[in-house]
């Protein structure tokens, strides 16, 4: 099964909607930015219209610019960093980092180092300026930083260059309304540097109303003062969508065009009277395909294909559907009563649970359960269908028989779940810590190309279902099924870990945080950490929401504790002894040596203090010669074991580390003997690692 990320696309050959136009035309506009001044541009658009696709497409176009002339791309997605304390270190960090890339590395080498003054500038105004000798005193004074004296700094840098800086900032209406302020407030001063264009992703009425809230002012007005000129992204024709699905949907089954006449028919009525008024927008098309995708392999050949469209369909935009017919399946299971009996409490029932759906859904949603329910139709003042229809129905394998209406929900929810159906959030529909695991499984196995961004897509629609919809319940059950499985994303493979600020695990802690958020209050928060904590949560996951905790250690505060931060660390300090006892027992079982972040975590441990029993565990795991070279290699692979002053040192294998696990002197002998018997089972590569530490220790 290989479902359709909701995620963007990232070459020309997957634009189904016929973008490219728009998309050259808006490379040629940001090629055309001459001169000196900062340009800021907004691609407008409402969430599921294609926008980080399109920012993708533009980014490919403009590679094909000249070398000497294609503008230095920076991305930059503030979703990823929560609070507006974060936001103006981060995006300096970020445009740092791009401004000391090679190819203008001679021009603009300078602009990180002042980049990170302006930063730290910012963060402490008037403190920890450049320190200097009064003579008339016996100590050396820190004069206080002039923030505007370090932004002239920075500009004069970038003055230096004709090639532009372009920035795509993405997402930007999902902040909060502060972050939106903090975000804009960037762009409009502190980073309106020279050679500068910004490209604003964003659900421009989103974003006027959020500003509008925050500020007390005309949203719209102080939009206009930040942004140039507002381009909204193309809409593709309701034609163009359909065209997509159904070339889709032909992907999914190839054999659906061998369709009998009435099968064909049915069909019809299902997609023009029901299922295509539901796909508005990229996102939602995708939406329905992946609910097809992801059921459609396990009941192939068991189902009749035109009902499982139409059920799929509900699944994706009509969870209140779903929660009727598995609630009251007689209600729509079977055929009429041929004498009349019970039609009017049957068509009361419809009646009234069918106002729980939004007004403008429900023709359509009526029209999809006409087709596919005999019964309900009835109910509707449509044909009466009695017993005599069961015999075909049952052979065409129809949902409305009632020996086959069980198999359509085979991966659905029992009836008592049902209301908690959204299938916008794949996490929702896995709502159990099993299932989760399987469905990380699902997303792309070891190597896969494509793995990580499906796996990263599932947490973002978890994330948004988090942020949007659940409830404190709902929060607390994501959060145990996240930390048992956490360690699963490994099953990913990101490619090498040291190339990333942010991983598939990474996503997963941010996640924890989001739920335990939304936990209403600190006791029960520190209630369910401490629980899975002490059970069943994976080991590394719990390490790494561990150091995040140490920054959000407010998220353990009572209102009665806020001024005593002793209470908040003794609380995190007693999930940490659970953690410390749990880590321990694996060392002790063997399950430590078999985890897939053994070493990450080893690493943290060693940090907790355990020194002594990380080093006497390191021991037992290498005593034997070939144990501790496979031990070293593993190490030199996992690229974010690397220091900062093994970078500096330009070393590919993570020295500190290994002198924090092993004595140093013992270590050399050993490798120095292996390097002299040279035995057969070390491999060149082996014996090349060897060769640098003994050169190094």
């Known amino acids: 099964m290989n479902l359709i990320p909701d995620a963007p696309i990232t070459s020309p050959g997957f634009d189904r909607l016929d973008r490219m136009a728009f998309v050259r035309s808006f490379a040629e506009a940001i090629r055309a930015a001459k001169g000196e001044n900062s340009v800021v541009l907004a691609l407008a658009g409402p969430w599921g219209s294609g926008k980080s696709s399109l920012l993708n497409l533009i980014a490919g176009e403009l590679k094909e610019t000249e070398t000497e002339k294609a503008p230095l791309l920076v991305r930059f997605n ?34 990180a180092e002042a980049l990170q003054d302006l930063a730290d500038a910012l963060a402490s105004p008037g403190e920890g300026g450049s320190v200097q000798h009064n ?49 804009l407030l960037i762009v409009r001063a502190i980073a309106d540097l020279p050679h500068t264009t910004y490209v604003l992703s964003m659900d421009y009425e989103v974003v006027v109303e959020a500003m509008g809230s925050k500020l007390g002012v005309d949203g719209r007005t102080y939009l206009e003062k930040v942004i140039q000129l507002q381009i909204d992204v ?44 539901f796909l508005t927008t990229p996102r939602a098309c995708t939406r329905f395909l992946n609910v097809v995708r992801f059921i459609y392999p396990t009941v192939k050949g068991q189902v009749f294909l035109p009902d499982l469209l139409g ?11 779903i929660q009727a017919m598995r609630s009251f399946q007689d209600a729509f299971v079977g055929h009429c009563d041929e004498r009349g009996r019970g039609w009017v409490d049957l068509s009361t029932f419809h009646e009234k649970w069918l106002t729980t759906i939004p007004q403008k859904d429900r023709p359509f949603v009526e029209s999809i359960l006409r087709v596919i329910f005999p019964k309900v139709s009835w109910s509707l003042n449509g044909p009466m269908r009695g017993e005599s229809f069961l015999s075909g129905w049952d052979e065409q394998q129809r949902i409305c028989s009632p020996r086959h209406f069980d198999t359509y929900f085979r991966l659905g929810l029992s009836a008592g779940e049902a209301s908690e159906y959204q299938w916008q959030n794949l996490i929702e529909l896995l709502n159990d810590a099993t299932s989760f695991a399987v469905a990380l499984q699902q997303f792309g196995p070891v190597g896969e190309q494509e793995a990580e961004t499906w796996l990263m897509e599932l947490l973002q629609q978890a994330a948004e279902f988090v942020a949007e919809k659940a409830s404190p319940e709902q929060a607390e059950r994501m959060f145990d099924a996240l930390i048992k499985r956490g360690d699963q994303v490994k099953l990913v493979d990101p490619g090498p870990s040291g190339q990333r600020l942010i991983e598939p695990v990474h996503r997963v802690v941010s996640l924890l945080v989001d739920c335990l958020q939304k936990i209403e209050t600190a006791a029960l928060r520190f209630q369910v950490l401490k629980q899975s904590v002490d059970s069943e949560a994976s080991i590394f996951t719990a390490l790494e929401l561990m150091e995040v905790l140490e920054h959000r250690i407010d998220l353990l505060a009572e209102p009665d504790e806020s001024t005593d931060a002793k209470v908040r660390s003794a609380k995190l300090l007693e999930v940490v002894k659970l953690l410390d006892r749990r880590i321990l027992e694996i060392s002790l079982t063997g399950d430590l040596q078999k985890h897939p972040f053994c070493l990450r975590i080893l690493k943290k441990w060693y940090r907790y203090g355990r020194k002594s029993k990380v080093r006497i565990w390191v021991e037992e795991s290498c005593r034997d010669d070939e144990e501790l070279v496979q031990f070293l290699a593993s190490m030199s692979l996992d690229t974010s074991l690397i220091s900062d002053s093994d970078r500096k040192s330009q070393l590919e294998f993570p020295l500190e580390l290994i002198k924090m696990f092993f004595d140093p002197e013992p270590l050399r002998g050993r490798l120095a003997k292996l390097s002299k018997d040279e035995p057969d089972w070390i491999s060149l590569e082996s014996e090349l690692l060897i060769g640098q530490l003994l050169e190094r220790l």
């Open 78 to 111: 503030p979703w990823w960093f929560t609070g507006t304390k974060q936001l103006i270190p981060a995006f300096i960090q970020q445009l740092g980092a791009a401004v000391s890339r090679p190819e203008v590395k001679d021009v603009l080498g300078g602009a």
């Open 135 to 183: 003579p008339s005193q016996s100590q050396n004074v820190a004069q206080p930083r002039d923030i505007q004296i370090v932004r002239e700094k920075v500009v004069d840098i970038f003055l230096k260059t004709d090639r532009r800086i372009l920035i795509f900032m993405d997402d930007i209406d999902r902040l909060t309304p502060d972050e939106m302020s903090q975000l």
């Open 234 to 277: 193309p809409v593709p024709t309701r034609m163009t969508l359909e065209r997509m699905v159904i070339g889709q949907l032909a992907a999914i089954d190839p054999e659906q065009e061998r369709l009998d006449e009435h099968s064909r028919t049915i069909f019809r009525v299902l997609f023009e009277g029901g299922i295509k008024n």
């Open 311 to 321: 059920l799929s369909c509900l699944m994706a935009f009509s969870s209140q559907s």
